[in-house]
Nanobody, 117 residues
Framework: VQLVESGGGLVQAGGSLRLSCAAS????????MGWYRQAPGKQRELVAT???????NFADSVKGRFTISRDNAKNTVYLQMNSLKPEDTAVYYC????????????WGQGTQVTVSS
């Protein structure tokens, strides 16, 4: 399974970005998908997840500002980020959980999101 992210960049505080993650390869191996982020000097943290059925979960820090969606026909998951804050600055990683697993087993290469104040 390969995951390729796109859509990162530089945005001013209060702005919006949409990240995309395209999955390819042995897609049947994938169950839940999600987004994680890692800011400089900090541990990687969960941002949002979505199940194959569309159920979602969000970190408290992004609730009400971020949405996650999934297009199973395109094997793509999206992260819509609104009302961005400087503290959202991080490298964002797409992740996928293998069927039967609990933790991500596949990772994208990451895309940088920088929010200026």
């Amino acid at each position: 399974v390969q995951l390729v992210e796109s859509g990162g960049g530089l945005v001013q505080a209060g702005g919006s970005l949409r990240l995309s993650c395209a999955a390819s390869g042995s897609i049947f191996r994938i169950n839940n998908m999600g987004w994680y982020r890692q800011a400089p000097g900090k541990q990687r943290e969960l941002v949002a997840t979505i199940t194959s059925g569309g159920s979602t979960n969000f970190a408290d820090s992004v609730k009400g500002r971020f949405t996650i969606s999934r297009d199973n026909a395109k094997n793509t998951v999206y992260l819509q980020m609104n009302s961005l804050k400087p503290e959202d600055t991080a490298v964002y990683y797409c992740a996928a959980v293998p069927r039967g697993g609990k933790d991500p087993g596949y990772w994208g290469q990451g895309t940088q999101v920088t929010v200026s104040s």
